[in-house]
């Protein structure tokens, strides 16, 4: 078994270095799904996983100057207390009830749909939003829209460990279309760590963390990682993403049913 959560997480690694897409909408579902881990301890786990990982992301997208700081802030002051008032109301109706873990896991199934919207639709509607630029928020109504978006991303994370990837990208995408590639995924990396990491200590506090898994995961997804990043240029992008689409979207359909 511990060589198959290595595998895993190889396996998932590999397949975020080649899309981009978040590990939570792989790692989550798989470990609730093929290994029938309880949905709490799978999502606090992998909060705790994405955490160390997105830590240094946000290092070399700081380093290359990707990163906007003042749209962090603003993430962060909706997500982060998201974060804690989703934390208190687990603590509240337990974590690691029966009847809450089915919630947990339709809220994973929510949000693996969300991500295939994002990952389909990601750059149609970013097209669409620069072509209508009369449609783009601004001064105030902008701050507001992203603290807002901070405050639904930071819910959906605690509970599900998924939309800070995908999900988040496609916000900061309709909120700020003029943003670059680079800095859409540096900033939306930045502000999922302090979330993450809340989040994750949300849930160690819940006693919903399995350390061993943690670092069995780790230990696959690094070199997973690295090397889904060095041969993402040779993959079809279109084909890969659309293989993906289909794959969340009949696990989010097995979340379900």
């Known amino acids: 078994m511990t060589l198959t959560y290595v595998g895993s997480g190889f396996a998932v690694g590999l397949l975020v270095g080649l899309t981009g897409v978040g590990g939570g909408s792989l790692m989550t579902p798989l470990l609730t799904l093929l290994f029938g881990i309880n949905p709490a301890v799978a999502v606090g786990t992998d909060l705790a996983f994405a955490s160390a990982t997105k830590t240094a992301g ?4 700081r380093y290359h100057g990707n990163v906007h700081w003042d ?3 603003r993430l962060c002051l909706g997500a982060l207390p998201a974060a804690l008032l989703a934390t208190l109301a687990l603590k509240y109706f337990g974590a690691l009830d029966k009847e809450i873990g089915q919630f947990i ?9 969300l991500t295939v919207v994002a990952i389909l639709f990601r750059t149609r509607m970013q097209n669409w939003m620069n072509a209508h630029p009369n449609r783009q928020l601004q001064g105030n109504a902008l701050v507001v829209g992203t ?14 460990s998924i939309g800070a990837g995908a999900v988040g990208a496609t916000l900061l995408v ?3 279309p003029r943003l670059k590639p680079a800095e859409i995924a540096g900033t939306d ?10 989040a994750a200590i949300g849930h160690w506090w819940l006693g919903s963390i399995n350390w061993e898994l943690l670092v069995m995961l780790l230990l696959g997804s690094v070199p997973g990682i690295t090397l889904g990043s060095l041969a993402a240029r040779a993959v079809p992008e279109r084909a ?9 979207t009949g696990v989010a359909a097995k979340l379900v049913l």
Do not use: E, N, Q
């Open 147 to 160: 603290i807002v978006s901070g405050a639904v991303l930071g819910t959906l994370v605690t509970i599900s």
């Open 71 to 73: 749209i962090v802030k």
């Open 240 to 248: 890969l993403r659309g293989l993906l689409a289909v794959t969340l």
């Open 174 to 176: 309709l909120l700020y």
């Open 58 to 61: 946000t290092f070399a997208h």
């Open 189 to 198: 990396i930045a502000y999922a760590v302090p979330l993450t990491a809340i």
């Open 105 to 113: 896991r339709y809220s994973i199934a929510v949000s693996v749909l």
